[in-house]
């Protein structure tokens, strides 16, 4: 009988870590897309820019079928999942106390787009975009996609490298716009 005990509550056990595991997994996974998208990324006003110029590019929505890429989609690691929860939170964190710690008013916007290629990932880029490889030989036009996977790192180069206003349509504009009502704040 005792034989009987145990092996029921090593099997409930069992039966009640997996489903306490589900639970808690689509919880976390709710959670980092929730946590992804536009809505949460641009609630702090330094992002006005940004969100601006990405309602006006085709990944913001602006295209035929007003498909839209969320902020995480280009600006976290989609190698893996581990690589993707590690980098929402090291953005997370140094957001965060960004916002809440610093003047975000300093911010030079201009020279951060000079290194685009640290605030986006060509892994984010090949999740949507995984076709590129298998389109390669269609033509001209394709010659730098096919040095980029056939070189691979020794091309040196990233996604927005290349496509430097991708996401983010007219955003010097934006910025300038940005920059020059915080001018005309402060002189009121």
Do not use: Q
């Not at 009988?1 to 919880?27: D, H, P, T």
């Not at 916007?109 to 880029?125: L, M, P, Q, V």
């Not at 010659?143 to 496509?163: I, M, T």
């Amino acid at each position: 009988m005792a034989n009987v005990k145990k092996k029921f509550f090593v099997w409930s056990s069992v039966v009640i870590g997996i489903v306490v595991g589900l639970i808690a997994s689509m919880g976390i996974s709710d959670a980092l897309h929730a946590t992804g998208s536009g809505f949460v990324c641009t609630m702090c006003h330094t992002m006005d820019p940004m969100n601006a110029a990405y309602h006006e590019d085709v990944h913001g929505g602006n295209n035929k079928l007003g498909i839209k890429a969320e902020c995480s989609a280009c600006h976290l690691d989609h190698t893996s999942a581990y690589t993707y929860v590690l980098t929402k939170i090291k953005v997370s964190i140094n957001d965060g106390y960004k916002t809440f710690f610093t003047d975000t008013d300093k911010i030079d916007w201009r020279k951060k787009r000079e290194h685009a290629s640290h605030f986006t990932y060509d892994s984010g880029c090949l999740t949507c975009h995984s076709n590129l490889k298998d389109v390669i030989t269609s033509g001209p036009s394709f010659l730098p996609h096919r040095d980029y996977f056939v070189l691979g790192n020794k091309a040196e180069k990233s996604c927005v490298d290349c496509h430097k206003n991708v996401g983010h349509k007219n955003l010097g504009f934006h910025i300038d716009k940005f920059e020059a009502k915080k001018l005309e704040d402060k002189t009121k």
